[in-house]
């Protein structure tokens, strides 16, 4: 625990990147929440994404993402288009390109604000629930309030970075993502939860200080953590690498998920306990 603040330097570098890009530049929102048409088409040969972004766009329609599939297709994202606007890009296509269309959807915003609103609800439900459970179990809210907290920066690190990723690689949000970040915050707290179990158990047994209790469940849990997190890192870069387009990003948040998580239960939720039990102590002294 003596290295604790470079632990909160590293989550403070790491947060203040993602909270600049998402004043900076915001979230990539994709057809999920803002509506819009989806055309997939297949081409005999490579075509350029600036060439068939201008070509689209020469109708009047607004090209959101162009996205090349592994079998040889391109997903176009648009704004909401026409049954004669699709037409007419049909056409261009097939005459430009030889192209093949395999799929067309125009559909809305399938998030709406209300739906936002209750996924919100539900977080705070959620993590006051945690909060008093944890609090409950371990008989003490500090163990609850910094296992919250820790669950909380796995959120904002996957919002932050996600982010990143939607500005300098066109991540669009999209209703995996919220699948996505409700998953990993039940991981984040369970890996927290086996470690304050193990300096629950030392102190009874042994007994001593938070910081003393502390460094030696991290040392105990460490490679069971590891080698959890690792079968489920393995899984995520074989979707990422090959589960496709559908699922790419799906895959890469709950793989950042994981790293943080992972990250946190040791690194940040325990830290924030033995500070926050250091800090009573010189209140009480």
Do not use: C
């Not at 040969?45 to 068939?52: G, I, Q, R, T, Y």
């Amino acid at each position: 625990m003596k290295y604790r603040l470079v632990y909160f330097a590293i989550s403070a570098v790491v947060i203040a990147a993602g909270v600049f890009s998402l004043f900076k530049w915001g979230l990539n929102f994709g057809v999920d929440f803002k509506g819009g048409a989806i055309l997939e088409y297949r081409f005999k040969a490579d075509v350029s994404e600036e060439k068939l972004t201008s070509l689209i766009e020469s109708t009047k329609a607004q090209v959101a993402s162009v996205q090349k599939t592994g079998n040889g297709s391109y997903i176009i994202r648009l704004s909401p288009i026409t049954l004669e606007q699709k037409g007419i890009i049909g056409v261009l296509l097939e005459k430009n390109f030889e192209a093949q269309e395999l799929r067309f959807e125009n559909v809305g915003p399938s998030i709406g604000p209300e739906l936002v609103k209750k996924t919100l609800y539900a977080l705070i439900i959620s993590a006051t629930a945690i909060l008093l459970w944890v609090a409950l179990q371990f008989k003490s809210l500090k163990f609850g309030a910094s296992a919250v907290l820790a669950m909380f920066h796995d959120s904002v690190v996957v919002i932050g970075t996600y982010s990143l990723l939607g500005h300098f690689f066109g991540a669009e949000v999209d209703f995996l993502f919220v699948t996505a970040l409700l998953t990993i915050l039940s991981f984040s707290v369970h890996d927290t939860i086996v470690v304050y179990d193990r300096i629950r158990e030392s102190h009874k047994k042994l007994g001593g200080s938070v910081t003393e209790l502390a460094d030696k469940a991290i040392s105990e849990t460490m490679v069971r953590s590891l080698n959890n997190s690792f079968t489920i890192i393995f899984m995520l870069v074989a979707l990422l690498l090959l589960g496709g387009t559908t699922i790419r990003w799906f895959a890469a948040t709950l793989l950042i998920g994981t790293v943080s998580g992972t990250y946190s239960s040791p690194f940040v939720a325990v830290p924030i306990l033995v500070t926050w039990e250091e800090i009573q102590k010189k209140i009480k002294g």
